[in-house]
């Protein structure tokens, strides 16, 4: 046993949860016969817990953040992973899961897989379009998740080293793909992307969380279609990539970024072209969404 009783839950089967000693690298089941919660919620993949005599989780230890979707808790860096093609490329698609995930105040960095798909001109185009993300602040990975040795795939190696790193994405985007070329004895099941009715079927079902040298990697099943449920649009400027930043800049300390808002830094940063207009669409597109959940929150 752990030498302070602390294990990590890193898959949940139907004998209960599987966790992991980190001094011991050795895994061990825990039946769950108790009704042990955090705060009212059930247990997460990447929860740390204790154990009584009998072996059985009676405490959840603080965590340090979660996500609802994936429902995973305490990560590092939640790598948004999107395709170059298949599926086709979306600035829309990434811009709301950062959102998603900064929502949840979670570090992002950005791996577009299937760069080898691209024509040399295709590349170079999109290489530009993702320098506009790494000028704001975020890591930006090009990958071949079958060849460690094209585009990034050191640095990112290098930088996910001993860390919680959750892999977050559409189905078919090459997850459990790259997971598997960082060390093939996950063996992680890929599968060809198969479109039925435009959804893509999921190939990842479970959330589970994968020890990887002094850290863990945690493979998600993809998203088909997603939903911000929680982010009303006063949130979202504080979602979306570095729009946070213009708090103090524009005229009204509440300021939305709306296109005909008084005073608005951020809008005149886009005439100047600093803020990029692509972004900018997404995010008018995104706050149309979100003001659904706006009207929730009245209802209540
Ligand atoms: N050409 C190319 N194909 C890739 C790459 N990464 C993944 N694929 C292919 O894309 C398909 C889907 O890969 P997966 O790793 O199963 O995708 P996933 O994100 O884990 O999907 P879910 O588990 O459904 O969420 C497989 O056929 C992979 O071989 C890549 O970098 N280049
Ligand atoms: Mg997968
Ligand atoms: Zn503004």
Not at 9 to 21: A, F, I, K, Q, W
Not at 175 to 202: C, M
């Amino acid at each position: 046993m752990s030498s302070n009783n602390v294990f990590r839950v890193v898959n949940s089967t139907s004998l209960g949860y599987e966790l992991y000693d980190e001094e011991k690298k050795s895994f061990l089941l825990s039946p769950n016969r108790k009704k042990i919660t955090y705060h009212g919620e059930k247990i997460l993949i990447g929860d740390y817990v204790r154990l009584d005599e009998q072996g059985m989780i009676n405490e959840v230890l603080e965590r340090n953040n979660f996500l609802k979707r994936p429902r995973l808790s305490n990560v590092d860096i939640a790598l948004i992973l999107i395709s170059c093609k298949e599926p086709d490329f979306s600035s829309y698609l990434l811009d709301k899961f950062i959102a998603m995930i900064q929502y949840s105040q979670i570090k992002v960095s950005i791996v577009v897989t299937k760069a080898d798909l691209l024509k040399k001109k295709e590349y170079e185009a999109l290489s530009l379009r993702m320098q506009e993300y790494a000028r704001i602040g975020y890591s930006v990975y090009f990958v071949d998740t079958h060849d460690e040795k094209k585009f990034d795939f050191v640095r990112l190696l290098d930088d996910i080293k001993a860390k919680s790193i959750a892999f977050v994405g559409q189905t078919g985007v090459g997850k459990s793909s790259l997971i598997n070329t960082i060390d093939p004895s996950f063996q992680r099941r890929v599968d060809a992307l198969y479109v039925t009715s435009g959804r893509g079927r999921h190939t990842t079902k479970e959330i589970v969380l994968l020890p990887f040298g002094e850290g863990f990697l945690f493979d998600t099943p993809g998203f088909s279609e997603m939903e911000l449920q929680d982010i009303k649009s006063e949130d979202l400027r504080n979602c979306f990539l570095n729009y946070s930043s213009y708090i103090d800049k524009c005229y009204f300390n509440d300021c939305k970024h709306q296109e005909n808002a008084k005073g608005c830094a951020l809008v005149s940063d886009l005439k100047d072209g600093v803020v990029n207009s692509d972004s900018y669409k997404n995010y008018l597109k995104i706050m149309e969404e979100v003001k659904v959940n706006d009207l929730w929150k009245k209802k209540l």
